[in-house]
């Protein structure tokens, strides 16, 4: 018989820099128990998570206790550790930031030992539970393929399945739907749904109805790193995030509106006849060698706005890459960008153009402070090459202020919130004032109350002359206005109506 894995806090708090992320947190978690966590951006979920797989330790303040019971008797926190597994934003975009190219099989093993590198060859036993962890997961297929060339989905998978095979007595996941298609989704459902048959326990912060799993009992809603509400959860709390999700961005206005959009924040284009601002054509791109789309030819208008389609894998993030120039068109393709001819820096094009996406959150995880990160938008760097010039500061502080992030300007970004941090990329963006924004699942990580505010403001770049070309799962996604589709599927791209084509809102 398993042993039962039961956590308990008391007066727990975290600080990180200069900012209380929990405070004063008394909480207990039973074996068994399925626990939604909810909340606002910054409101401390991350943290939670963090410190209950022993990854953060509680500040101490005199008053804290943090106990891990095994079958009723204490345990030490090392003890504890391999009996809990956390899987966030984080931990997938760490192999991307250390180069850590893992075979998918070597990668799950690693969960056996809770390494993140494989250190001893595979025993026999270990690579029978790794086989059947594979078929459990749909992952058979991909065993051999290495990590860093999944698609977003398939690496979200391959992490969950190397978080459930060393059969941990409570499961840690942060925000674990984040970017998924409807197919990825339904595979980590059965996955979730297997650990709740063996009779494993969750906590899984979630934003949306449709993120809370089947099975889940107890809900904890936390506002400024304090418990707001704790009990069990039942349907009228699915209902409750569901109608915030929902919600019209005018209904949520407070008596501090997020993100209010200053008249002056970007500049009006001025009007003139549609001209091409990108040309591809009969463009071949391949990542890591393998090919993504084949013979694309398409086109950018100026006043055009794009909503790009395609499941996990289909090449959507590839394609705004090659937009920005990240990536370039195999030989014999062809890309324009007007008024940048041939032979042109391909950062004199950046920096007229926005980009923020998961990789790009990915990328800044880097030692500086926000205030430095925001002003690199700038000159279209990671990082700063050179300390900020004084107009680089303005800008940086202006985007920070409108992002209602100015009190986060010396922390790192290591110390904020996902959706923090997605909010400071926004700012990265718009700080060199740019006429194409190029955004990939952009309100991933963001609170309904930060959606809504999100889409509201792109709604008005749309007027003011701000090109947008947008890569969705879903069209709710989209804000208000005239969208052209683009769909990927299998290295092609279509053309499609869009039923939501309409004037933009006023």
């Known amino acids: 018989m398993t042993a039962a894995l039961s956590i308990r806090l008391r007066d727990v708090s975290v600080r990180r820099g200069h900012v209380w992320a929990l405070r004063d947190l008394s909480l207990e978690l039973r074996d068994g128990q399925r ?11 991350t943290q939670l998570l963090k410190l209950l797989a022993t990854d953060v330790w509680p500040t101490p303040t005199g008053r804290e206790s943090l106990e891990y019971r095994l079958d009723g008797r204490r345990i030490e926190r090392r003890e504890a ?17 250390y180069g850590w190219n893992l075979a998918v099989e070597d990668l799950i093993a690693t969960g056996l030992h809770g390494s993140d590198l494989l250190l001893s060859p595979i025993t026999p036993v270990d690579r029978r539970r790794v086989a059947a962890m594979l078929a459990l997961a749909g992952l058979r297929s991909l065993a051999r393929r290495k990590f860093l060339t999944l698609s977003y989905g398939q690496k979200r998978l391959a992490l969950l399945a190397r978080a459930l095979v060393a059969r941990p007595r409570w499961l840690l996941l942060d925000e674990l ?17 297997a650990a709740r048959r063996r009779g494993q326990s969750w906590v899984i912060a979630a934003h949306r109805t449709a993120d809370v799993p089947v099975g889940t009992t107890h809900l904890l809603e936390l506002a400024a790193g304090r418990p707001r509400r704790v009990g069990p ?29 200053a008249r002056t924040a970007v500049a009006c284009a001025p009007r003139r006849a549609a001209r091409t601002l990108l040309r591809l054509q009969a463009v071949d791109l391949f990542v890591e060698y393998r090919p993504v789309l084949l013979k694309l030819d398409w086109e950018l208008r100026a006043g055009e706005h794009w909503a790009v389609f395609g499941n996990n894998g289909a090449g959507k993030s590839s ?6 120039g990240d990536l370039s068109p195999a030989h014999g393709g062809r890309i324009e960008r007007s008024g940048f001819p041939r032979g042109t820096p391909i950062d004199a094009w950046k920096r007229q153009v926005g980009f923020v996406s998961p990789e790009l959150q990915t990328d800044h995880a880097i030692d500086v402070n926000l205030l430095d990160l925001v002003a690199s938008g700038r000159h279209a760097s990671i990082g700063l090459a050179a300390p900020a ?22 922390r790192r970004p290591r110390e904020l919130s996902y959706g923090q941090l997605r909010r400071a990329l926004f700012a990265r963006a718009l700080a060199a004032n740019p006429r194409i924004l190029l955004l990939d699942e952009p309100l991933t990580g963001l609170d309904p109350r930060q959606r ?10 749309m007027k003011r002359g701000v090109t947008l070309v947008i890569a969705v799962h879903h069209p709710e996604d989209l804000p208000r206005g005239r969208f052209l589709g683009l769909v990927l599927h299998k290295r092609t791209a279509s053309r499609v109506k869009l039923p939501m084509d309409r004037d933009t809102a006023t």
């Open 177 to 193: 739907y984040n970017g998924l298609d409807a197919r990825f989704r339904a595979r980590i459902d059965g996955l979730l749904a």
């Open 35 to 45: 626990w939604a966590l909810i909340g606002g951006n910054g409101a401390g979920k």
């Open 319 to 324: 394609f705004l890459r090659l937009l920005y």
């Open 452 to 461: 809504a505010a999100i889409k509201r403001f792109l709604e008005r770049l």
């Open 81 to 97: 550790k391999p009996l809990v597994a956390y899987l966030g934003a984080e931990r997938q975009d760490k192999y991307a930031r």
């Open 389 to 410: 010039s004084s107009a680089d500061r303005r800008a940086a502080r202006r985007w920070l202020d409108f992002f209602e992030l100015r009190s986060c300007a010396r």
């Open 233 to 261: 959860y039942t349907p009228a709390h699915g209902a409750e995030l569901a109608r915030a999700a929902a919600e019209p961005a005018s209904a949520l206005a407070s008596p501090r509106p997020v993100l209010r959009v």
